[in-house]
């Protein structure tokens, strides 16, 4: 089954890239862009009949609209809401932004082609949402992104892969949701598929950006040594000159939990500072060095 939906992914994934490369052999270069956060206006807008069209040439992806059952259903996965930041990367027709700033959340949508930012400006005017819904015509590797809490991406394993280091690099607890393509190994921490009838492009996957637990911290009880795979952690419990593995031990953005001498820790990781709760008492830890 997995296999299968796999298959399916990288199929979508050559036909989304088969697009663009067919885009490059004959390349309608859009505007460069000018990476700012505050949505300047292209200086000449398109005439108010361009209609776009599902495949078109996009820079790095072609345009391909994530149907509204699964915008509604990724941002209910990342339970994105008033008070969030919801920042598309590659924003197409701004659905997903407008989406959002309908829930009564600021959204920004950052897309490469002039035509597209033009587009979604008079929907979320038409909308009556164009003070929440900001578009920048800008190209999504040269735009900073760091201020979103919920980013929703819809573009290919390559380029997800290329933006996971800055993606990493956010606040804790940032929730990344993603159409279709994966995070190479770093893997999700929910999925959600479309319901019913849905053929293509149906299923999508969230992360919660992890914490930096990483490293050895001076616990009431012993020295507690972790490592860390984005969410998953591993390590032992130094109790008096003995070694006890650390079980169960995960992050959820700053949230930490994990089982070591058969007790069970969850806690918060701000900085180089670890506090919480063991078996019901607190417990405050600092990370040696920190
Ligand atoms: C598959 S579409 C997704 C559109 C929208 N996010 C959605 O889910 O409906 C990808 C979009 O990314 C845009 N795009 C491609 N490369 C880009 C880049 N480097 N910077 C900004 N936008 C880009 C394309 O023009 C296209 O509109």
Same mark, same amino acid.
């Given at each position: 089954?997995?296999?299968?939906?796999?298959?399916?992914?990288?199929?979508?994934?050559?036909?989304?890239?088969?697009?663009?490369?067919?885009?490059?052999?004959?390349?309608?270069?859009?505007?460069?862009?000018?990476?700012?956060?505050?949505?300047?206006?292209?200086?000449?807008?398109?005439?108010?009949?361009?209609?776009?069209?599902?495949?078109? $040439?996009?820079?790095?992806?072609?345009?391909?609209?994530?149907?509204?059952?699964?915008?509604?259903?990724?941002?209910?996965?990342?339970?994105?809401?008033?008070? @969030?930041?919801?920042?598309?990367?590659?924003?197409?027709?701004?659905?997903?932004?407008?989406?959002?700033?309908?829930?009564?959340?600021?959204?920004?949508?950052?897309?490469?082609?002039?035509?597209?930012?033009?587009?979604?400006?008079?929907?979320? *005017?038409? *909308?009556?949402?164009?003070?929440?819904?900001?578009?920048?015509?800008?190209?999504?590797?040269?735009?900073?992104?760091?201020?979103?809490?919920?980013?929703?991406?819809?573009?290919?394993?390559?380029?997800?892969?290329?933006?996971?280091?800055?993606?990493?690099?956010?606040?804790?607890?940032?929730?990344?949701?993603?159409?279709?393509? @994966?995070?190479?190994?770093?893997?999700?921490?929910?999925?959600? $598929?479309?319901?019913?009838?849905?053929?293509?492009?149906?299923?999508?996957?969230?992360?919660?950006?992890?914490?930096?637990?990483?490293?050895?911290?001076?616990?009431?009880?012993? *020295?507690?040594?972790?490592?860390?795979?984005?969410?998953?952690?591993?390590?032992?419990?130094?109790? $008096?000159?003995? *070694?006890?593995?650390?079980? @169960?031990?995960?992050?959820?953005?700053?949230?930490?939990?994990?089982?070591?001498?058969?007790?069970?820790?969850?806690?918060?990781?701000?900085?180089?500072?670890?506090?919480?709760?063991? @078996?019901?008492?607190?417990?405050?830890?600092?990370?040696?060095?920190?």
């Amino acid at each position: 089954m997995k296999q299968q939906s796999l298959a399916k992914a990288c199929i979508l994934s050559v036909l989304l890239m088969g697009s663009a490369a067919a885009q490059t052999a004959a390349p309608t270069p859009p505007t460069a862009g000018t990476p700012s956060a505050t949505g300047t206006p292209p200086a000449a807008s398109p005439p108010s009949t361009f209609t776009p069209t599902s495949g078109q $040439s996009g820079k790095d992806v072609v345009w391909v609209p994530t149907q509204q059952a699964l915008v509604d259903g990724m941002l209910d996965m990342a339970g994105a809401k008033p008070g @969030d930041y919801v920042i598309d990367l590659g924003s197409g027709d701004g659905r997903t932004v407008i989406t959002a700033a309908k829930r009564g959340i600021r959204a920004l949508g950052v897309e490469y082609n002039a035509d597209m930012v033009t587009l979604s400006r008079r929907a979320a *005017e038409a *909308e009556g949402v164009s003070k929440l819904a900001q578009f920048v015509e800008g190209d999504i590797f040269k735009t900073d992104f760091s201020e979103a809490t919920v980013l929703t991406l819809f573009l290919l394993p390559n380029l997800n892969q290329r933006l996971r280091p800055d993606i990493l690099k956010m606040k804790p607890g940032t929730r990344v949701v993603s159409n279709t393509f @994966d995070m190479g190994d770093w893997t999700a921490d929910n999925t959600f $598929s479309t319901p019913g009838s849905c053929t293509s492009f149906c299923r999508a996957y969230l992360w919660i950006v992890p914490a930096n637990a990483a490293g050895t911290w001076r616990l009431p009880e012993g *020295e507690l040594t972790l490592t860390q795979t984005y969410q998953t952690l591993a390590g032992t419990l130094n109790q $008096s000159g003995k *070694e006890v593995p650390v079980s @169960d031990a995960k992050m959820k953005g700053a949230e930490i939990t994990f089982t070591a001498g058969g007790r069970q820790y969850t806690g918060l990781v701000e900085g180089d500072r670890m506090r919480g709760k063991v @078996d019901g008492q607190d417990f405050i830890a600092a990370r040696s060095g920190g």
